[in-house]
């Protein structure tokens, strides 16, 4: 991999933070169809990392894409402000490593990478645009802690604004580098963005309407052939979800019924899938502002959370589990987590070379 770049504003090349009295830290930024999320972390010394900041706002970049494949001046400039903030919060924190990614929304627009160009210029923000592969695979580095090995197989299910990516991991098989192998993965070109533009709620909510989502879902789900030979372990209920997504994490808290959105609560629970199901029954039966009045929910989302809850269904019908893992994490903890692994292994290199004679640069 690339070497992630330099944050804006980060101290010179060469001088290592890890020497002072404070360990690095690290910054890790997703922009999204729907959502820019920035999380700032240092290495704890048990392993994983400790949060020092994060941030959040929904800025709807690829509102209207579907239908002009481009993305609009309201939503760039939406993404824009969310990204100058972050940027700000990056230099203040003067950060070892920071990595800015950007996902289906760029990737597909007309002005995608335009986009890219002028946040750079006008945020000092470097935005990548990564594959589908590579988005795939961060969800499921960022994810590792909630598969469990007393299952056979996971599917970690990783539900956007503008696409799902989904990735079966065996749980059975020897770590490569430290983590379970991944069988095979699939992007989907709908997330609860498009989705919920693709198949407008009108006035009512109905089941007729919501059906209709989960079923054109499953079908692209299905017409994927690569992970059929993992399809016997979870018909024989030997493996389990893992869903991550403001949609899945919002159903969680409609679940547990919370006065307000508690990522402790959240994260890492596990749901049945009649308690997926039941949970998103209850959202059909509220209308656009009572679920905008839900605190798990808000208005941010009241017209999402059922396109992602159909999403969810469509996969549990097509690769059936008894359980989900619910994420409250995901592509910012898998970009975090490979820039401290690619740092402890430059600098165990370095000190094999140190003690093999070859000078090493300071």
């Not at 579907?66 to 230099?91: C, F, P, Y």
């Not at 070109?189 to 054109?216: K, N, Q, S, Y």
Request: with cysteine.
């Amino acid at each position: 991999m690339e070497e992630a770049p330099r944050a804006p504003g980060s101290p010179v090349r060469g001088r290592d933070r890890s020497l002072g009295a404070e360990p690095p830290c690290y910054a890790a930024l997703d922009l999204g169809t729907n959502n820019c999320r920035l999380l700032i972390a240092a290495p704890a010394p048990a392993g994983g990392f400790r949060v020092l900041e994060a941030y959040s706002r929904i800025v709807r970049l690829g509102e209207g894409l579907t239908q002009s494949g481009r993305l609009s001046e309201e939503a760039m400039d939406r993404a824009l402000a969310a990204l100058k903030v972050s940027g700000e919060k990056v230099r203040r924190r003067r950060v070892a490593k920071f990595r800015a990614i950007a996902t289906q929304a760029c990737r597909i627009a007309e002005n995608g990478q335009a986009f890219v160009n002028r946040v750079a210029h006008e945020t000092g923000v470097k935005l990548q645009i990564i594959s589908p592969q590579e988005e795939a695979r961060l969800s499921v580095t960022g994810c590792l802690n909630l598969l469990d090995d007393r299952h056979e197989a996971a599917l970690v299910v990783d539900v956007g604004g503008g696409s799902t990516e989904l990735s079966w991991v065996d749980l059975k098989a020897p770590l490569q580098a430290g983590t379970p192998p991944v069988r095979a993965w699939l992007s989907v070109p709908i997330g609860v963005v498009t989705l919920a533009e693709r198949f407008p709620e009108g006035d009512v909510a109905t089941e007729a309407w919501f059906r209709e989502m989960v079923d054109h879902v499953k079908a692209q789900i299905a017409a994927f052939r690569r992970a059929d030979p993992m399809k016997p372990i979870f018909q024989a209920d030997r493996a389990h979800l893992v869903g991550t997504s403001g949609a899945i994490t919002s159903l969680a808290g409609m679940h547990l019924r919370l006065p307000r959105y508690d990522r402790n609560r959240v994260d890492g629970i596990w749901m049945t899938r009649s308690d997926c199901e039941a949970a998103a029954g209850g959202l059909l039966a509220l209308n656009a502002s009572e679920r905008a009045a839900q605190p798990c929910i808000g208005p941010d989302r009241a017209d999402l959370v059922l396109a992602g809850a159909a999403i969810l269904q469509a996969v549990q019908e097509e690769w059936p589990c008894s359980r989900v893992r619910v994420a409250d994490r995901g592509l910012r903890e898998g970009i975090l987590l490979s820039l401290m692994a690619e740092r402890g292994q430059r600098r165990r290199r370095r000190r094999r070379r140190g003690r093999g004679g070859t000078k090493v640069a300071a």
